[in-house]
Nanobody, 124 residues
């Protein structure tokens, strides 16, 4: 399975941006998540979508501004980001899991498939 993230770029504060994560190969995900890693920081969980039913879960830091959706037939997950802030500047990663976890799948270790990351830079 390969994940290809795209859609990053340089935007101004207040702008919107949509990231895509296209999956290829033997695709069978339980959840697809988005993480980001800012300069000098650890991976930060943003949210996930359960692949079969489309249900979503978000971290408090992005709830209300970011929306995750999927194009099921195209094996593509989307991250719509609105009202972007300079502190949203980071490399954004998509990740896929194979099965359910005992707790909410919000840790990087819960995911075995990772995209290469796409840079998002928000200028003030």
């Amino acid at each position: 399975v390969q994940l290809q993230a795209s859609g990053g770029g340089l935007v101004q504060a207040g702008d919107s941006l949509r990231l895509s994560c296209a999956a290829s190969g033997r695709t069978s995900f339980y959840t697809m998540a988005w993480f980001r890693r800012g300069p000098g920081k650890e991976h930060e969980f943003l949210g996930y979508i359960r692949w079969n039913d489309g249900s979503t879960y978000y971290s408090d830091s992005v709830k209300g501004r970011f929306t995750i959706s999927r194009a099921y037939a195209a094996n593509t997950a989307l991250l719509q980001m609105n009202s972007l802030k300079p502190e949203d500047t980071a490399i954004y990663y998509c990740a896929g899991s194979r099965g359910a976890t005992a707790s909410l799948p919000i840790r990087p270790a819960d995911y075995i498939y990772w995209g290469q990351g796409t840079q998002v830079t928000v200028s003030s």
